[in-house]
């Protein structure tokens, strides 16, 4: 038996939810075929619905948090993986439903694994992460409809926020000229050094009127916020222009026209990273490593312990992270 430290989450007798860093056992890990010693996670916004008690997200308490693990395999019975190889997985039902990155050991199903490219660090998979991962397909829609630097300027909402920071990071590495709406305008230096050439308060993109269509500003947008952000921006988007979306941090609803879609042919493009299929994964993280890998992913982020994540929960709820999380499990 090995014991192990873990951020558990648990659930009182009142109904409320509390978390705290405990041991736990490999024994108590699901019976799946690749144990993996974390290394490294990151902190996502699903994370922090995890960790309160969020049924919509984990059904099942004591429960271990985190989406996203990077390590060294240290058991498997899958000829794929061997001891030692060094592997990223991100999403599928990790830290949902599955015991998650937020302890020193996971074991997960071979085919969620992906190996760690070469050109990448544990470490920077993980400031990378899911947010990371999101926000390269969001740059994979669009480039498979044909947005390219030279179409337009890209608005990227919820800008500060973890998919916000990488999708700019990634975009500005590629060339394109980006707008990036926020609520924190004290941050529009970090904003500009990452890469965004225009910083906007996001009330500029909430437009409450209820005109069909708004004058054309933006060749594509990756939008993590929804609601009546993602409706404007739909509205002010240009002819075949490009709108990828990920987030509901305003909410499930969505109110809109037809008209930005059938007089304008904007496409709306889903992001899904949890269940995106093995190829796809494992191309886009091949990019992350090469050509879309951000130069300034140290300066995007920070680096917290087991101990530490508690504080940065509350803060991702509120809506205060500025960046990425890198959550070292070293320790
Ligand atoms: N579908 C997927 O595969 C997928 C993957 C990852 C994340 N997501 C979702 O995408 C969203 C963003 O995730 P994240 O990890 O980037 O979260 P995050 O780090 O918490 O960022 C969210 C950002 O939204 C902005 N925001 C907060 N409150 C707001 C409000 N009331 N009105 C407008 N903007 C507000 C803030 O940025 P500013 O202060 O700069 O405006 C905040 O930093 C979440 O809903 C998450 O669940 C989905």
Known sequence: MNTFKALVVEEQSDGSFQRAVREWSTEKLPDHEVLVEVQYSSLNYKDALSATGNKGVTKNYPHIPGIDAAGTVAESSNSQFSIGDEVIITGYDLGQNMLGGFGQYIRVPADWIVRLPKQLSLRESMIIGTAGFTAAIGVHHLQHNNVNPDSGDILVTGATGGVGIMAIAILSKLGYKITAATGKMDQKTFLHDMGASKVIHRDEVQDETSRPLLSSKWAGAIDTVGGIML?????????????????????????????????????????????????????????LAGEWKPENLEQLSRECSLQELDNEIDRILKGQQVGRILVNLTD
């Not at 739909?234 to 007089?263: D, K, M, S, W």
């Not at 904007?266 to 990019?287: I, P, T, Y």
């Open 231 to 287: 409706d404007t921006t739909l509205r002010e988007t240009q002819h075949n222009g490009t709108v990828a979306c990920c987030g509901n941090v305003l909410g499930h609803e969505l109110h809109t026209n037809v008209y930005p879609f059938i007089l304008r042919g904007v496409h709306l493009a889903g992001m899904d990273s949890g269940n995106c299929e093995m190829e796809l994964r494992r191309k886009l993280w091949e990019k």
